[in-house]
């Protein structure tokens, strides 16, 4: 397999806070606020504006994504670091940290996966209100289990 060549960061190809915003769909504001919680970086030019390399579209890609699965900005910060600095990260790297990530993911998607398939069942809160909590939560014995859903946080109770 050819070794992948890692790209030093091209000033040349640096984009503005404007150009990042325009191509990546997200607010100016929100570019800094990603700044500020350290998950993209920039730096500024002769002419003291912020500059990004290219590769930050991705990270803002994957930013946005992983916000709208509900992952907090922590976890994708964690991500994200593992990321090498100084230069654009290759496939490896960000195989490297979808593998890091994949277990994370594969957990959240089972946790939506069975909220998406049991919400109109009786999940074990103690609430004794939906048709079939007489059946699968008689006078809430699920409690013996825990506190919250306990057929849905614990599905093989
Ligand atoms: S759904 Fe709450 S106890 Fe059944």
């Given at each position: 397999?050819?070794?992948?060549?890692?790209?030093?960061?091209?000033?040349?190809?640096?984009?503005?806070?404007?150009?990042?915003?325009?191509?990546?769909?997200?607010?100016?504001?929100?570019?800094?606020?990603?700044?500020?919680?350290?998950?993209?970086?920039?730096?500024?030019?002769?002419?003291?504006?912020?500059?990004?390399?290219?590769?930050?579209?991705?990270?803002?890609?994957?930013?946005?994504?992983?916000?709208?699965?509900?992952?907090?900005?922590?976890?994708?910060?964690?991500?994200?670091?593992?990321?090498?600095?100084?230069?654009?990260?290759?496939?490896?790297?960000?195989?490297?940290?979808?593998?890091?990530?994949?277990?994370?993911?594969?957990?959240?998607?089972q946790q939506l996966t069975l909220l998406r398939e049991h919400l109109s069942e009786c999940i074990g809160c103690g609430c004794l209100s939906v048709s079939d909590c007489p059946l699968r939560n008689p006078d809430d014995i699920a409690?013996?289990?825990?506190?919250?859903?306990?057929?849905?946080?614990?599905?093989?109770?």
């Amino acid at each position: 397999m050819a070794t992948e060549k890692s790209e030093k960061i091209d000033p040349q190809r640096a984009l503005s806070v404007g150009e990042v915003a325009e191509r990546s769909g997200v607010a100016v504001s929100a570019i800094h606020f990603y700044e500020k919680k350290g998950l993209i970086r920039s730096w500024r030019n002769n002419g003291n504006q912020r500059r990004y390399s290219r590769d930050v579209l991705r990270r803002v890609a994957v930013i946005k994504v992983a916000q709208r699965t509900g992952i907090p900005l922590a976890e994708i910060g964690a991500a994200l670091a593992t990321l090498p600095e100084g230069r654009t990260p290759n496939t490896r790297d960000w195989r490297k940290l979808s593998a890091k990530w994949k277990q994370d993911l594969d957990h959240r998607i089972q946790q939506l996966t069975l909220l998406r398939e049991h919400l109109s069942e009786c999940i074990g809160c103690g609430c004794l209100s939906v048709s079939d909590c007489p059946l699968r939560n008689p006078d809430d014995i699920a409690r013996e289990y825990g506190p919250g859903a306990v057929l849905f946080e614990q599905p093989d109770t």
